[in-house]
């Protein structure tokens, strides 16, 4: 079973030796020239070295050992669990009798899971255990990584009420670009039914939220205070319930419009035919008009 890769490997040891030259040189030659001031030059020349190296040192072994320093963190709080469950049950089984250890044992498993608000706190604690190490599977399975193999820092985990929420710190090379268009992958990977991601910080676009999202709570039924307002004695109205069909708009001057009879417009009367059936021809002139101009 590879717990680091051969690629994670290569990049911390060329960057652990960058470290250590860069950090030997800087803090050896800073460390001669204050020496100077008090020694010969060549004194504080060997001082400088001999302060410079053992820190370079310090700094190489930091960097060389953060792959497995990163994969302590991602199990810490496994680790500090299991410490504290064996540290508990030998220090029981040391200085109490087998009885008192089995009562004080099934108290422990007992009571959380007799009692339903405990018991469900548990699992929402216990499945953001799980979603922690749901998350870094995708980061090292489908999201591709920066050139020196490093995936994103999964921080924190807590509970929320359809799910769990998700603290995340990416490295250099990736976006969160890179994570919404894998997010169906993240939701079957996590067992979820949807996850979202959000910037957690405004000046910062390297910190991201998850929210995976496990149950819709808005579909429970809520119920309203108002019905307890209600006397329950009070006579029912004998009115009966009035239906409304229309708008009724008092303060609005609605324009009446009048619809023309069926048939024949309405003050109008057909033209009369001559006795061929043609139309007579139209007047020169009207009793209106005056013809005076004319003549």
């Known amino acids: 079973m590879t717990v680091i890769e051969a690629k994670v490997h290569r990049s911390s040891a060329r960057n652990a030796k960058v470290a250590f030259i860069l950090t030997a040189v800087i803090v050896g030659v800073l460390s001669a020239v204050v020496a100077a001031a008090y020694w010969h030059p060549i004194v504080a020349l060997i001082v400088g070295a001999l302060i410079g190296v053992p820190c370079g040192a310090a700094v190489w072994l930091l960097v060389r050992v953060w792959p497995v320093l990163r994969l302590l963190w991602w199990w810490t709080t496994e680790i ?31 009571v959380p899971a007799a009692i339903p608000a405990v ?19 995708c980061f090292a399975q489908f999201i591709i990584a920066n050139q020196s193999g490093s995936l994103p820092l999964i921080l924190w985990a807590r509970p929320t009420p359809v799910g769990e929420r998700v603290w995340v710190y990416l490295r250099p090379g990736l976006s969160a670009k890179d994570l919404e268009s894998r997010l169906d992958k993240i939701a079957v990977t996590c067992h979820a ?24 709570v808005l579909t429970a039924h809520v119920g309203s205070p108002l019905v307890d307002a209600i006397d329950r004695n009070a006579p029912v109205s004998a009115s009966p319930l009035t239906v409304p069909t229309a708008l009724d708009l008092p303060d609005v001057d609605a324009p009446t419009i009048t619809l023309p009879a069926q048939g024949k417009p309405a003050g109008k009367k057909p033209p ?10 139209a007047a020169s002139s009207t009793p209106e008009d005056d013809v005076s101009d004319w003549i």
């Open 80 to 110: 500090v669990l299991a410490v504290l469950l064996l540290t508990g049950w030998v220090q029981l089984a040391n200085h109490t009798s087998t009885v008192v250890m089995l009562l004080v044992v099934a108290l422990v498993v007992g």
């Open 119 to 137: 018991r469900r706190q548990v699992i929402a604690w216990a499945w953001c255990l799980v979603v922690r190490h749901r998350l870094r599977v």
């Open 193 to 216: 039914s949807t996850v979202l991601i959000e910037r957690a910080s405004e000046t910062n676009a390297a910190y991201l939220r998850f929210d995976i999202k496990r149950r819709e």
């Open 272 to 281: 009369a035919s001559t006795a061929n059936g043609s139309k007579p021809a």
